[in-house]
């Protein structure tokens, strides 16, 4: 009887764009295309020293937040997915290919939306799965166990798809603070959306101590697609005790997007006061 076998260990990372976790990257991190163009270009670069398998596909999502601010994306909405997704819209060409190390693919995609469609921002997310290809580990054997272990990496980024005239705007409803620790606090936006387009754009806290002088800042990206908190996390370790203000205030535009693909939208602010004690 032989006891020669194989086992295959598959163990999937799962990352977002931007976390700098995986040896396959992809530029640009967002793509934004309008009904004019209908086309884009991205580029997926291998900087492993193993080839990597690519796959290429198309998912609506977009991010919830929960009652402190925290992010969570969700995939499965049809009712929204009905109103805005671009994911059925989209082809990738080539959709799957294998890069060798070092080596470099453009993938172009086009964009083809149903006629008679309502003015606004559609969007999806492009799903880049890379599998690295391996031989197996280990010497065999005709009775020795042989592992393969296949790193398979999912990032996923976003694309925009503007059609007609676009607007979106914030209301800010609430701010809350919340002291994660003696060392953390953290401030929650409650926003209301407003347009017919996501809100990208940015947050910026401020911590001001008895005297109005500066004694802290924090900034974050956000992306606002329906209405929901958003939180931002500041270190207060180094603040003496005393009571102080925290000025926060959201407004579009990102450093990481081009000012010519953000959809402009109003500006929102408040204060909040907190003592350390």
Same mark, same amino acid.
């Given at each position: 009887?032989?006891?020669?076998?194989?086992?295959?260990?598959?163990?999937?990372?799962?990352?977002?764009?931007?976390?700098?976790?995986?040896?396959?990257?992809?530029?640009?991190?967002?793509? *934004?295309?309008?009904?004019?163009? &209908?086309?884009?270009? *991205?580029?997926?670069?291998?900087?492993?020293?193993? +080839?990597?398998?690519?796959?290429?596909?198309?998912?609506?999502?977009?991010?919830?937040?929960?009652?402190?601010?925290?992010?969570?994306?969700?995939?499965?909405?049809?009712?929204?997915?009905?109103?805005?997704?671009?994911?059925?819209?989209?082809?990738?060409?080539?959709?799957?290919?294998?890069?060798?190390?070092?080596?470099?693919?453009?993938?172009?995609?086009?964009?083809?939306?149903?006629?008679?469609?309502?003015?606004?921002?559609?969007?999806?997310?492009?799903?880049?799965?890379?599998?690295?290809?391996?031989?197996?580990?280990?010497? +065999?054997?005709? !009775?020795?166990? %042989?592992?393969?272990?296949?790193?398979?990496?999912?990032?996923?980024?976003?694309?925009?798809? &503007?059609?007609?005239?676009?607007?979106?705007?914030?209301?800010?409803?609430?701010?809350?603070? !919340?002291?994660?620790?003696?060392?953390?606090?953290?401030?929650? +936006?409650?926003?209301?959306?407003?347009?017919?387009?996501?809100?990208?754009?940015?947050?910026?806290?401020?911590?001001?101590?008895?005297?109005?002088?500066?004694?802290?800042?924090?900034?974050?990206?956000?992306?606002?697609?329906?209405?929901?908190?958003?939180?931002?996390?500041?270190?207060?370790?180094?603040?003496?005790?005393?009571?102080?203000?925290? &000025?926060?205030?959201?407004?579009?535009?990102? %450093?990481?997007?081009? +000012?010519?693909?953000?959809?402009?939208? !109003?500006?929102?602010?408040?204060?909040?006061?907190?003592?350390?004690?």
């Amino acid at each position: 009887m032989s006891f020669s076998r194989l086992i295959k260990v598959s163990i999937l990372v799962i990352i977002l764009a931007g976390q700098g976790l995986a040896q396959v990257s992809v530029a640009p991190t967002a793509l *934004f295309v309008d009904s004019k163009s &209908k086309f884009a270009t *991205f580029q997926v670069a291998n900087s492993s020293k193993m +080839a990597q398998e690519v796959k290429v596909a198309f998912v609506f999502a977009y991010p919830v937040s929960a009652d402190d601010g925290d992010l969570t994306y969700i995939y499965d909405d049809e009712e929204q997915a009905a109103l805005h997704s671009a994911a059925d819209w989209i082809r990738g060409m080539p959709k799957y290919f294998v890069l060798d190390a070092g080596a470099r693919q453009t993938v172009r995609l086009a964009i083809k939306a149903p006629g008679r469609l309502a003015a606004g921002t559609y969007w999806a997310r492009l799903k880049v799965t890379s599998t690295q290809l391996s031989t197996d580990v280990g010497a +065999a054997s005709p !009775n020795a166990v %042989s592992t393969q272990i296949n790193f398979q990496v999912n990032q996923t980024f976003p694309i925009y798809f &503007k059609h007609g005239t676009t607007n979106t705007g914030l209301e800010l409803v609430g701010l809350e603070k !919340n002291f994660k620790s003696p060392r953390k606090i953290v401030f929650v +936006a409650d926003v209301k959306k407003s347009g017919n387009s996501p809100y990208l754009g940015t947050m910026h806290a401020k911590i001001f101590d008895a005297t109005g002088e500066m004694v802290g800042e924090s900034i974050v990206l956000l992306s606002i697609f329906y209405d929901g908190k958003r939180r931002i996390e500041m270190d207060i370790s180094d603040l003496p005790l005393g009571a102080y203000t925290s &000025k926060i205030e959201i407004k579009s535009g990102r %450093s990481d997007i081009m +000012a010519r693909d953000i959809i402009p939208g !109003n500006a929102v602010n408040s204060s909040i006061e907190f003592t350390k004690l």
